[in-house]
């Protein structure tokens, strides 16, 4: 055989690169075809339709143009006629390929060159796809290894079988690593790119912490402890939220281990970043006095419908809940996804006075009564005039010192108040120029009307384009703090959910959409019960 290699040695070289590039024998053995085919065709002619095919077994190489068996010959590099091809093969018919073998070559210097450089494209694309099918399915795991170099606070990490990136913004802050320090981070994103695979590493993940817990604690390890939830200012101070599933074992107490020796070995692999493990627990309220550890607690105030919780602490606790730069309170918040606003006692206090003032203010002015009947229905609970107007009488005459008579008259003169106040909202809306199709949408009030209108929403369809973010409003998290952007009908008492029935209506009455069907199981239960 006048090439290159003898038979043993094309298997030899595919079974020296394959184990040293991790991959496939075959792969290499292709490539090695692809590539004396290619440095033939600069023998034979470019268009020839050369083909190599390497015996994996004995290594014998055979070459082979492939001809196309046609009627009339047009290009006879690639075309061979009927009568020719049954000379190879008495079935061949026209649309079948012929194998016409062709006889060895001498390599030259250029071709041998460009061969070279074919097997090893072939062999980076393999190793390449090879790494990344390795990698792509190690997201959320920790991996080790070798500081390759540094460049411009970037840190590459040879993997052994691959070579990963720290990039600058996910290290630690104030931690630097050198040429051969070993590095341990988390896997957060493997994405498949022109120059190869890229692996991302973090040192600043909040799964990095938890996963550095799964390696330390058994218990989490084996699934009796779950972490639940995790919120880091990478490099300064953390908080780890874990339940047990098994109640004879303490979640807290195994993550910190005896002496705290398992919360140590996480803390120093974090570069001294401190670590509040605290118990998970459903009940929200309960989950937020926790997270704000080591603050105590005096009172919370959950508010569902706007995801926000009011915590009352001492007023020697601020400082303590609100942390250094308002540390606690923004990791707490991470950690629980609520909003969260403190105050102290003490404020507590003046605002819930503050509240009683202008309640009783409002119940003096609407139903013109003296302070004393005011105060007594603002400590009574109610809020509004609405409620006054709309609540069962007998509940208005259990009130101690009124009587039945009493409560009619309060309870009438909140209705005029209240059809006093339609009226004006009325006036108010036609002149804003809001049509009056608008009070046809269910949900929508004459005061909502107004708002409306002073937001230059005044037709249906000005409604019906509307995103439930414009009627409610919407927070913006940035950066660890919350931005709240108010809402067309902010301070109407709306959830979401009731915005979107709004938004949907006016869509039907504008004729955008179709009244969704009643859902049959409704009818069928309707049928059942007639």
């Known amino acids: 055989m006048v090439v290159a290699a003898n038979r043993l040695e094309w298997l030899q070289i595919a079974d ?34 050369v083909h190599a095919e390497i015996n994996t077994k004995t290594g014998e190489l055979r070459l082979a143009r492939h001809l196309q068996v046609v009627e009339t010959v047009e290009n006879p590099a690639i075309e061979i006629t009927v009568d020719e091809a049954k000379r190879h093969n008495p079935a061949a018919q026209v649309g079948d390929v012929i194998a016409d073998p062709l006889p060895p070559f001498d390599f030259g210097r250029i071709a041998a060159q460009s061969a070279k450089q074919v097997i090893v494209q072939k062999v980076r694309e393999a190793e390449r796809d090879r790494q ?34 720290i990039r600058r913004d996910e290290m630690i802050p104030r931690e630097t690593f050198k040429v051969g320090d070993r590095a341990r981070a988390y896997v957060y994103d493997v994405r498949r790119e022109p120059r190869g ?4 590493l973090s040192r600043t993940h909040p799964q990095f912490m938890a996963k550095l817990f799964g390696q330390e604690v058994p218990e989490i390890y084996d699934g009796i402890v779950e972490v639940k939830a995790v919120a880091r200012d990478p490099g300064s101070r953390a908080k780890i ?10 979640p807290v107490g195994a993550c910190v281990g005896m002496r705290g020796s398992r919360v140590q070995a996480v803390v120093g692999e974090l570069q001294g970043e401190k670590i509040d493990i605290i118990p998970w627990s459903p009940d929200v309220a309960t989950f937020v006095v926790n997270a704000l550890q080591p603050a105590e607690v005096a009172k919370v105030v959950l508010d569902e419908e706007a995801d926000k919780i009011e ?8 400082s303590l809940a609100i942390g250094r730069r308002g540390q606690n309170v923004r990791l707490a918040s991470q950690l629980t996804g609520w909003d969260i606003d403190i105050l102290t006692e003490a404020e507590e206090s003046e605002r819930r006075q503050k509240e009683f003032v202008q309640r009783t203010e409002i119940f003096m002015n609407a139903l013109n009564v003296d302070e004393t009947v005011g105060q007594l229905l603002a400590s ?37 108040h209240l059809a006093a106040v339609e009226a004006e909202f009325d006036e108010k809306r036609r002149a804003l120029g809001v049509e009056d199709a608008l009070r046809e949408v269910e949900g929508i009030t004459t005061s909502m009307m107004v708002a409306l209108g002073e937001n230059d929403v005044k037709t249906v369809e000005d409604l019906a384009g509307c995103a439930t973010d414009d009627l409610t409003g919407w927070t913006e998290r940035k950066d660890g703090e919350s931005t709240r952007h108010a809402g067309y009908l902010d301070g109407f008492d709306l959830s979401r959910q009731d915005a979107e029935a709004i938004i949907m209506a006016a869509r039907v009455h504008a004729g955008w959409v179709e009244a969704p069907a009643e859902e049959p199981e409704a009818e069928a239960d309707e049928a059942a019960e007639a």
């Open 16 to 49: 020296a690169v394959a184990r040293e590039k991790s991959i496939d024998r075959q792969i290499v053995l292709d490539a090695m075809e692809d590539a004396i085919a290619r440095a033939a065709r600069s023998r034979y002619g470019a268009e020839t339709d």
């Open 132 to 165: 990344y099918d390795e990698y792509k399915d190690r997201i959320g795991e920790i991996v080790n290894g070798a500081v390759k170099r540094v460049e411009y606070g970037n840190v590459f990490v040879d993997l052994g079988r691959g070579e990963a990136i």
């Open 311 to 318: 915590v009352v602490v001492p007023d020697e606790q601020l």
């Open 241 to 250: 939220a874990v339940i047990s599933r098994d109640s004879s074992i303490d």
């Open 197 to 200: 695979p890229q692996i991302f």
């Open 380 to 416: 009574e609970g109610f809020r509004n005039v609405e409620e006054l107007a709309y609540v069962e009488l007998s509940e208005l005459a259990s009130i101690e010192g009124f009587d039945e008579d009493t409560a009619s008259e309060i309870q009438n003169r909140a209705l005029e």
